[in-house]
């Protein structure tokens, strides 16, 4: 089992940064890709990034690209997400989550986290 728990949601303006954080713990962290996801009210869970086991390989959704990053640091066992130049569509419930490979779909992670709420204003 891995457990996941995200932080560093919250209220931003538009254009606005924000970074989350997202601690694992029970199994090595270091053997799993993770990924982060986002759910708008009403709108279905979506791949945000992706980031594999060493941090070499990164994965974005277009709609995010050249404005967020993802990085890990497996010493610390936390997987990050820096969002800037912040829209106010980004606005969602975003969730970590640990899989075998950093694909862009559910069903490749495993664990997930109980998200984070991220909000920007406009």
């Known amino acids: 089992q891995v457990q996941l728990v995200e932080s560093g949601g919250g209220l931003v303006q538009a254009g606005g940064s924000l970074r989350l954080s997202c601690a694992a713990s029970?199994?090595?962290?270091?053997?799993?890709?993770m990924g982060w996801f986002r759910q708008a009210p009403g709108k279905e869970r979506e791949f945000v990034a992706a980031?594999?086991?060493?941090?070499?390989?990164?994965y974005y959704a277009d709609s995010v690209k050249g404005r967020f990053t993802i990085s890990r640091d497996n010493a610390k066992n936390t997987v990050y997400l820096q969002m800037n130049s912040l829209k106010p569509e980004d606005t969602a419930v975003y969730y970590c989550?640990?899989?075998?490979?950093?694909?862009?779909?559910?069903?490749?992670?495993?664990?997930w986290g109980q998200g984070t709420q991220v909000t920007v204003s406009s």
């Open positions: 980031i594999s086991w060493k941090g070499v390989n990164t």
């Open positions: 989550a640990a899989g075998h490979s950093p694909r862009p779909f559910l069903g490749a992670y495993d664990y």
């Open positions: 029970g199994r090595t962290f270091s053997n799993y890709a």
